[in-house]
């Protein structure tokens, strides 16, 4: 059984290897790995109690997204991992879900307006309680919702290729400090998407977005 100290809430709906891809991501992202480390696949299986199968595929995983490499003779090792590859993200997600902002504008009926105030307002109940898992997993399904309406295939997949690493990164440098700077920028740009002034959305994104990554 896969055994973590997050919050079960975080992995809901996520893979076993998934789900430890992102146990080792975050290991790389505060620095207890580091760029040059070699993972060993039984090492990381024993520390979370599980075969190496599944940590193998979610070494596989983080090999697709760049963030290792494997090396023949000497197994996986952790690649460079900057500042900048995290800003080259923020800058591609904030690109992806203004671009949903467009996509999405005929399609903000008053049922899907509805509906993102309520998403809205279960961030709202996370922030009061000071869940910040909870809170970054809510938050984050406001932006899905733009992007999933439009139903773009390729959009979604952009999306939730440049979220991953996004993500894992937020439940990182995020804390009570940080949350409460986010959330202001967060209800900003959810109002702005209720009244249907998009063009402020689009700004007011980038601006939430880049104030939750300090």
Do not use: C
Not at 18 to 35: D, P, R, T, V
């Amino acid at each position: 059984m896969f055994k973590h100290t997050l919050d079960k809430t975080e992995h809901f709906g996520e893979s076993l290897p998934e789900q430890i891809s992102k146990n080792i991501l975050k290991k790389i992202i505060k620095g207890e790995l580091k760029a040059g480390d070699k993972i060993g696949e039984e090492e990381i299986s024993k520390e979370l109690n599980t075969s190496r199968a599944p940590v193998r595929e979610a070494l596989y995983l983080l090999q697709i997204d760049g963030v290792v490499e494997r090396v023949p003779r000497k197994g996986t090792i952790v690649k460079s991992f900057t500042q900048k590859d995290i800003e080259d993200y923020l800058e591609t997600i904030i690109g992806i879900i203004q671009l949903g902002i467009d996509y999405s504008k005929e399609y903000w009926t008053k049922e899907n307006k509805d509906k993102f105030k309520a998403l809205l307002e279960d961030s709202n109940i996370e922030y009061d309680n000071q869940n910040i898992i909870e809170y970054q997993y809510k938050a984050e399904k406001l932006f899905r919702f733009i992007i999933y309406i439009t139903e773009n295939i390729g959009l979604i997949r952009f999306y939730e290729e440049a979220n991953h690493i996004l993500n894992v990164f937020a439940q990182v440098q995020m804390n009570s400090k940080t949350m409460e700077k986010f959330h202001v920028k967060l209800k900003y740009f959810a109002t702005t998407i209720i009244d249907s002034d998009f063009n402020k959305a689009k700004e007011a994104i980038k601006e939430a977005i880049k104030e939750g990554a300090k």
